[in-house]
């Protein structure tokens, strides 16, 4: 869409924040009815959105320390199984005790399950060693919930698409540099298009901040104190999956004691340490967040001593403190909606945080009712029921997949749902695999590229799966980088582009480079270095860090 | 059986040590793994391509600057200049023919479009002696229809700003199309398996004839000749301009072409070539290895009067890190790597990475070290070896050769 449409538009609701927050915010508008302008500086769900375990929580692991927590968890839970079935696993979870625990723990944790509405069998731990051989058979009991797997990014696309879909536009690496204010009332924000550097205002009755842990910034360039404190979270991701069901320790929760298993691989996590606001940016993973995911991830599935680790990653979660305790000592993980009219005499400004990415949904209802309240919109919301795009009731099931499709169109509709359908496959050349380990074909790239808001090949990834697999983009993003240069005619960036990505990637293997992680470091360089001369065909010296 | 010399490692630097030795008569067993960074070649030797980011343009000059602990350095450049002429004779020998000089590096073209100084190129691939006075004005690219592993766009790029005018020409065959079937087979050797008979390339050659237009030269990507370049020259001899082939993604025809004939040309000279087994132990008496126990071969070791480890770096497992540690997998020798894991690797993916340099410690005849004390009779070759670097410095192909070749000089001499 031209620049021009948006800046000489008022829309009744901006939202500021590309995760999946905003993004079921920018939903739940849409279906009200109102229009809407998503804003998103980096690509979408770069933020604690991207960086968490993809664990579809039962709510069980709250359950102990924070009721009102687990018991939103579990409604959620439930919900997302019917409208969101295409970017869920059904995997079910353990929480297991080992004998260094607290058998006794295990009484309190099914009793508040229990209360909080959560299903929670206690079974043998014969049984727990038969339905899932990865767990540490020196378990001495287990209970079974229903946790599952959820894809972040397939649910966050799924919620702009259908946000689309319904009259809302979405603009990303478009970054608010600061809020327009006019006489204690918001208007509408000043943007910063990151990929040409352009300026523009773009007016509104609301703006809603769903930020995340950057949101506090947002609220700062109105003169609205929000104290947030960072808890910054490291994972590692294993070659492969090694199990079928999340596993969970039963103790209180600490460091490392989930084990997801997330489409072919899976993920163990995570550490938990408060850092100051100021490097929230700062990704990196260190060496000792390593060795504490490694030592305590052995306990719970003992195979993954032996297992490679592709690479390793940090989030942050935005904890807010409430406002009648700046100190920060009572930090709530639950739900957090501000009114900065009623709290701070600023109108038309609403700040939506805290809460947990499986509670994304309903942090878009409060953040929607409101937006309507003060809108006078008085449309129901029905978030809780219509199915996004892609999990409709008519889409191919799982279990004629296998004999109409090929690996790349079945590897699609597990990745689209029903929107597979639109993915061109007319030819041979549509078919034609780019990316081996994950099946992505040339028609699905297309698809991300003229559809989904691909400007890059890590926005491609985040969309197709391209370069996630064990291989970690060795030869596919190449060949990549090679078709988004032909389709969007500009080869030096495709050449830029392709660094950049190598460059993301390397940045989780770091911190993880031994073992077969480098040896595929070492045949990556072999084969764009060596072979190729990427090095001397570009210089990434002086870029930002790719989003 | 006992032998003269058992080479553990069947790649470049194996083979060219093998040969070396199997020609003067020494009875030598080859245990390779099958697999070989050959496979990421790109029609090319590099002697020494760069050093500190600027290309070389007179390599053996450059040599004698080398750091003490570079492979080249032991060697020396009068030594090297020698070797670098035998090296030319094992390849026209072994039916590989390649052109370049050590006194001066040519341009290689990449995958990319990207010159890269080389010391020998295959002659049927694009090579390029003077950035000032290119080999043809007008090329056809010819790009076949749905392979993606040559990045055309790039390519014609790359060609472009080096002077070429370039026509990006798009075709197939209906042999190129049957590929197509199954979506992962269009891979550059599943392509030189497919274009083999003279129709399937007469087919090829009647589309280049038809499209190549007014360009004065053709390039084709590198898929032909899985076992020798005679593919190659039918092609050229159906098509009526001059045919130049460019390097692929992996895998790499060109070298796996490479291989067999070298492999080949091995095995003429009595050579044995154990495929698909690897050396995982070995047996030392004093300050000599006695025996090396394969996977497959168990309880029979191989006994020799001199070992040669040539087992790669960590792509090729010839070297292993860990969590903690860095080391030598087969024979425990020592080597030289930073302790600190921290150390091993840059934050910035294109950035110098230490861990290229790492590899086992020799002395001046490349005798490897065993807590500090060389093994009389053990030598390392290739790119198990410490002290370079294969991507920022452009030397792997080189150090495999040259050091293969003064490896078996010394094994001789030590008679």
Redesign the interface.
Known sequence: MATNDIYNKEYDVIIVGGGATGAGTARDCALRGLSVLLVERNDYSTGATGRNHGLMHSGARYAVTDGESASECISENMILRRIARHCVEETDGLFITLPEDDLQYQQTFVEACQRAGIRADVIDPEEARRIEPAVNPQLIGAVRVPDAAIDPFRLTVGNLLDARLHGAETLNYHEVESLIINQNRVEGVKLLNKLNGERIEVRSRVVVNAAGIWGQRIAQTAGVNISMFPARGALLIFGHRVNNMVINRCRKPANADILVPDDTVCVIGTTSDRIPIETVDDMRVTREEVDVLLKEGVKIAPSLATTRIIRAYAGVRPLVASDDDPSGRSISRGIVCLDHAKRDGLEGFITITGGKMMTYRLMGEIATNAVCAKLGNTAPCITANQPLPGSEEDGPNQGDLTKRYSFGQRAAIGRHGSLAARIEKDNDIDNALVCECEGVTVGEIKYAVHQLHVHNLVNLRRRTRVGMGTCQGKLCSCRAASLMGEFNHDVKRAQEDLAAFLDERWKGMRPVAWGDTLREAQLTASIYEGLCGLDTAVNLQGKEDVQ | MRMDTVIMGGGLSALACGISLAKRGKRVTIVASGQS?ML???GSMELLGCIDGKPVEKPLEAIATLPQNHPYSKIGADRIAAISERVKLLFSDSGIEMTGSANANHWRI???????PAWLTLNDHLRIDDLNNLPAKHLALMCV??F??V????L???LRELGFEVDMIEFTTDDI?SL??S??E?RATSLAKRLVSNHALQRVADQLNSLAGEADMVLMPSVFGQNDSSDFQTLQNMTRKPLRLV?T??P?VAGMRMMTQLRHYFRMLGGTYLMGDTAVSGTFEGDKLTSVTTAKLGDMPLKADNFVLATG???S?GL????ERIYEPVLGVDVVADND??R??S????QP?A??GYGVATDEQLRCLKNGKPIQNLRAIGSVLSGHD???M?D?TGVSLITAIAAADHIRENK
């Open positions: 960074t990421f070649n790109g990449t995958p990319m479009g990207v010159a890269k229809r749905g993606f592993d990045p055309n766009a790039m014609a790029q790359g199309t197509r079937r979506p992962s269009m390097a993604l992996p790499s770096s960590f792509v497992r292993r890190a860990d969590y894991r921290e091993w690797t934050f910035g993916v294109l990475q861990y290229f294969p991507v920022k452009g792997g």
